[in-house]
């Protein structure tokens, strides 16, 4: 006797056996915390949550960015960047720096547009996960341009212009015992907009208690 089998039966199996173990991986192990997501849910964080959140904060040029699948999960697709260091504001990094960061969807190719022609950079790196899979903290808020004015001063702006980076940060280094120079001061006065590469990584290394 023929066994018939229903078509239906066969894709929830699909579904259950291929798709939802990739799913659980990506809820609970490769996507950051809440706060660390992208999109317009992600949480507010100003620059003491990036500073204490992020392993490595750096600042340098991107070299590369491509899309591939994770190596040790095909179906999950990541983008792999390299950067070359310049400069290391907190953590270890070495002169060039390649990490793998987990996206939902490779045809995402606004993905590839924050880091493929980004220019000078400052990039603020959750920890690794035990998946090898990293991120900027809170995403486009990690994730700092270098720009330079018509007389050549530079200043950094992330992916919401800065806006509420500088909320509270002073009243949180003071309760903490940070001293902060003067330049430091105003810049986190400031409401948000374009600041001062200077005073900006002297406050992140302000924050990081890292010896400037």
């Known amino acids: 006797m023929k066994t018939l089998v229903c078509p239906m039966s066969t894709f929830f199996d699909s579904f259950r056996y291929r798709v939802l173990p990739v799913v659980f ?5 490769l996507v950051p915390p809440a706060f660390s997501q992208g999109g317009g849910s ?9 500073v204490q959140s992020a392993e490595n904060i750096v600042r340098g040029q991107v070299i590369s960015a491509t ?3 994770h190596p040790q999960f095909p ?14 504001l907190k953590g270890s990094a070495g002169g060039t720096l390649t990490f793998r ?5 490779a045809r995402d190719a606004s993905v590839l547009a924050h880091y493929k ?7 603020f790196l959750n920890p690794v ?12 808020q990690g994730r700092f341009r270098v720009i330079r004015d018509q007389k050549g001063a530079r ?29 430091v001061r105003q810049l986190l006065a400031g409401a948000g907009g374009k600041a001062s590469l200077d005073s900006f990584e002297a406050a992140v290394q302000a924050l990081a208690a890292v010896p400037q």
């Open 155 to 183: 200043y950094v702006v992330n992916g919401r212009g800065n806006l509420g980076l500088f909320n509270q940060v002073s009243e949180k280094a003071t309760s903490r015992g940070i001293a902060l120079s003067n330049p």
């Open 42 to 50: 992600t949480a507010q964080a100003d620059l003491d949550q990036l």
């Open 25 to 29: 991986i990506a809820v609970f192990f």
């Open 101 to 105: 960061q987990f996206v939902w969807d």
């Open 75 to 88: 179906n999950l697709q990541t983008v792999l960047v390299s950067l070359s260091v310049s400069k290391v």
């Open 117 to 123: 022609g980004a220019g000078e950079v400052v990039f």
């Open 67 to 69: 899309i591939e699948p």
């Open 129 to 140: 996960s035990r998946y090898g899979l990293t991120s900027p903290v809170g995403l486009e």
